[in-house]
């Protein structure tokens, strides 16, 4: 890609919100939901996803409004450190947080918005819609992706 590759030249704090914004890959793993162990503390990711997702393009319908309409939705902008060691470790922000550069599927790097999906990153055609999910069912969702 032949922009300046800003996110190697600005901190996450020094971003702006455009910069911010367009770390996001378009995977869709932050808006799966997350079961807790209360004893633990272990963060399991689950492949049912927010029904603000629209499951297909890996977005959320409302983004605007997701964190009044879902107030669990996790607001980055607000660049809440705490948050970031929820987010899978395939996401942008939580690898430049630790220090880490963007990987070659990122599409940033790539050139490419659909390289997320053709690297299997995304959870495109993975996921399911919490509506369609029994809450007493929630633990047969468990899925592995490297959180």
Known sequence: ??????????????????????????????????????????????????????IEHCRCTDYVHRTTVRPTCMNLAKRDEA???????????RILYEGGDLPAWHPLVSGDPESVHTAGISMRDRAVSEDDVDGDDYVRYIIDIDC
């Open 1 to 54: 890609m032949k922009s300046k590759a800003f996110w190697r030249e600005k901190s996450l704090w020094e971003m702006t919100r455009r910069q911010w914004e367009a770390l996001c890959d378009g995977c869709g793993r932050c808006c799966m939901r997350k079961l807790e162990d209360e004893d633990t503390g272990a963060v399991f990711y689950t492949c049912m996803a927010c029904r603000l997702l629209d």
């Open 83 to 93: 948050a970031f060691s929820y987010l899978p470790k395939t996401c942008a922000y």
